[in-house]
């Protein structure tokens, strides 16, 4: 025992041997205080491993504070983290003790911890995202990256179960977590090791293959590299060139990806040639290096990759080419600069020592700043760290399903939301939730690790007002679209209740006096005026009489209208010449006379018509029901020419429809089909406006004669929806 305390203790002095200048007398005294409360502890407590529990966190404070390169607060952390997890202690107890940070990383540790230990969506993005909001500050996620390497570096020493378990999580939770850090190398040795534990025999199989192949593989490198050299300092090149070899982890992709064995993936390493350049320079001197690499070997053309003139998306910059080297085996060659390769090795954290560079936005280029901070001694990057928070979700949320699943949401979405997000029906007959086990009304806004379980209702229907509580576009389209379905199905209910009772009445409902209806009932729409029906806002006994009174009205005032116009046709009929000889007959053959058919009325073959001589001479036909001819008549009536259709139709009229009806779904396609497709007749234009649940189209179209427009008008009024079908003046 005394011999394993004598251990702990020269470990812990090491460390702070090692450190060096980077603490300061003051911070050795906190770091001794923090050691003593860990060692009390953990004295008699071992790992999973079997080691020492305290050996083992001095490993995880070497790699975070030489691996990774943090700094006083978070080796403290590193120390009290385990001693915290497992005792309830004050918070201000540490606050007092060590500071506001300490006290806040502490927090974030142990909050992480709960909600990975509870959580059974830790594979997805969602769960690294969620994760990284509870953390606040990104010193939380790297003390539990430098924990996680320092258990794989002993799993070994696990239970085989275990093994498995922690490889698979270290696969898809901590190697992503550790590269979107930018911590690579990190990353890289991550993912072999959980590669050695999820799938052995593959792993050992490349080790050994690799390790069999490293002498002669070195040696075709260095032959390779040496007369490359002298090429490239003949062009007084600045340079630096070697050979890498590629990791296990990402030979394996290579070898699935390519469906090949090992023996035949060539690319097992590459020569990269990082030059020394300034920035004005750098594209043109890499370009001088290619033509140096492939002016001594043959390069396959179909291999270039040219990132210098587009970057990839992550600000990855390079020319990677494949050539023939010695003994004719394919060759990968990656040429850059320092910066390029900078970039490269540390993705966007690098973007921040080159400002006026492009780089990404949002969580990659936040973190860029954080990783050149703690890269950089020069930046105080233990002071500087206190001032970051992960704000890097602040527009989210992110909830759990009861069976844990993880949701993503836009902060300040409600129960509502999340109910439409899952589906349209849960959505739709909501009517509350439970929120970690404790009723909430829909208009609950979620928060970040809520666990959620709507609660539903059949008697439930969307409410107008639901589109005040939610926020996602998604739930207020679904709301719309479900209360526009609830509104139509009352309007259908309504109207064939209409129907049906004027039916039993024998009374034939005509289109025009139904509108006049609607506008004594002061409805702007048909579809209101059938949910009023439906509701029982209206009595269909009510509109029958008001209907029958209309009607009795609209046949005297037609009556009386009959015979103004009978008196006015007299009139007229005795202003046209009795005699055939003077009518002027209309044929497609008719010469000598400049006459055209006028815009105003646009007459057609079968059309009563006459004639009206113009200033100029010529003859403009018009429609006996023009609504100009009137006027025509009264003012000029020596001008008019008694006129009719001769022949047969031949020319194909354009003439003007004004269609009316509910605003339905494929009702204006159902009807272009039909003229266009059913019909064969040639649609100029058409023209759709809607208002209330009620459309008004124009439809231009070219007909042969009056008998083609009656059947074509016939058609249109068959369509299941439309209401009218009137023949307009004019075009």
Not at 88 to 98: G, L, N, S, T, W
Not at 424 to 447: E, H, Q, S
Request: aromatic content about 10%; some cysteine; proline content about 3%.
């Amino acid at each position: 025992m005394k011999d394993e305390e004598d251990e702990i203790r020269k470990e812990f002095q090491s460390l702070l041997d090692e450190a060096g200048n980077l603490f300061k007398p003051g911070d050795v005294e906190d770091l001794k205080a923090a050691f003593d409360i860990s060692w009390n502890a953990q004295i008699n407590l071992k790992s999973q491993s079997g080691r020492s529990a305290m050996i083992r966190t001095l490993d995880i404070c070497r790699i975070v504070l030489f691996e990774i390169g943090l700094g006083k607060v978070s080796v403290i952390c590193t120390l009290l983290y385990h001693y915290v997890k497992s005792n309830d202690i004050r918070d201000d107890f540490y606050e007092k003790q060590f500071g506001p940070q300490v006290s806040d990383i502490l927090k974030g540790l142990v909050k992480a911890n709960d909600l990975y230990s509870k959580s059974a969506a830790i594979e997805t993005e969602n769960f690294r995202k969620l994760l990284l909001t509870f953390a606040q500050d990104i010193r939380v996620i790297l003390i539990m990256i430098a924990d996680r390497l320092q258990t794989m570096r002993y799993l070994q020493y696990f239970d085989k179960n275990d093994q498995v378990k922690i490889a698979r999580e270290t696969s898809y939770l901590y190697a992503p977590l550790a590269h979107r850090l930018g911590l690579y190398n990190i990353k890289s040795e991550l993912e072999d090791l959980s590669l050695k534990f999820t799938n052995r025999e593959i792993y050992m199989d490349i080790a050994k293959k690799l390790n069999e192949t490293k002498r002669s593989r070195d040696a075709y490198i260095q032959s390779f590299i040496s007369p490359l050299k002298e090429k490239l300092e003949k062009e007084n090149l600045k340079f630096e060139i070697k050979g890498r070899t590629k990791t296990i982890y990402s030979i394996l992709n290579k070898v699935k990806k390519k469906n090949t064995p090992f023996e035949d993936i060539y690319d097992l390493f590459a020569i990269r040639i990082v030059l020394n350049s300034k920035l004005k320079k750098e594209k043109s001197d890499c370009w001088r290096a290619y033509s140096v690499v492939t002016d001594m070997y043959q390069p396959n053309p179909k291999r270039l990759r040219d990132w210098l003139s587009i970057p990839k998306s992550n600000g990855y910059e390079s020319l990677h080419t494949t050539v023939m080297g010695p003994g004719g085996k394919w060759v990968e060659v990656q040429i850059r600069t320092e910066r390029m390769n900078e970039i490269a090795e540390k993705g966007f954290a690098a973007h921040w020592r080159y400002k006026g560079i492009k780089g990404e936005k949002g969580l990659d280029e936040w973190l860029a700043n954080v990783r050149d901070i703690l890269e950089n001694p020069e930046k105080n990057a233990v002071d500087l760290m206190a001032d970051f928070k992960l704000g890097l979700y602040e527009k989210e949320v992110f909830v759990f399903t009861p069976k844990g699943d993880l949701k993503k949401m836009p902060l300040g979405a409600t129960v509502l939301d999340f109910a439409f997000d899952i589906h349209t029906r849960v959505g739709c007959t909501c009517v509350g939730a439970i929120v970690n086990g404790k009723n909430v009304p829909m208009r609950y806004k979620l928060k970040n690790g809520d666990q959620v379980n709507i609660s539903t209702s059949s008697q439930q229907t969307p409410k107008q007002d639901w589109l005040n509580i939610v926020t996602t576009s998604r739930a207020k389209t679904k709301i719309k679209q479900s209360l526009k379905e609830f509104f139509f199905k009352e309007a259908e209910l309504g109207r064939e209740t209409m129907l049906r009772r004027f039916k039993n009445w024998k009374i034939t409902i005509d289109d025009g006096r139904f509108q006049r209806l609607l506008k004594q009932y002061k409805y702007k729409s048909t579809s209101d005026f059938y949910v009023a029906i439906a509701n029982g806002v209206l009595d269909v006994s009510d509109i029958k009489d008001a209907y029958l009174a209309l009607e009795q009205k609209e046949t005297t005032t037609i009556a009386e209208k009959q015979e103004l116009k009978t008196a006015e046709n007299f009139n007229v009929l005795h202003e046209f010449p009795d005699t055939d000889d003077d009518i002027l007959t209309i044929d497609q053959n008719l010469k000598n006379v400049d006459f055209a058919l006028s815009k105003c009325c646009s007459p057609i073959y079968g059309d009563d018509i006459f004639g009206f001589v113009t200033i100029n001479g010529g003859i403009k036909i018009h429609r006996r029901d023009c609504p100009n001819a009137p006027q025509m008549i009264r003012r000029f009536g020596y001008r008019i020419v008694p006129a009719q259709w001769a022949g047969k139709a031949g020319s194909q009229y354009q003439i003007s429809l004004k269609v009316t009806g509910n605003d339905d779904i494929g009702i204006v396609s159902n009807i272009s089909q039909l003229i266009s497709q059913d019909l064969k007749l040639k649609m100029r234009s058409i023209s759709i406006n809607s208002k209330d649940g009620v459309f008004e189209g124009n439809i231009s179209l070219f007909v042969s004669d009056l008998k083609s427009l009656n059947m074509i008008i016939k058609k249109i009024k068959g369509v299941r929806g439309v209401h009218n079908v009137d023949r307009l003046d004019g075009h």
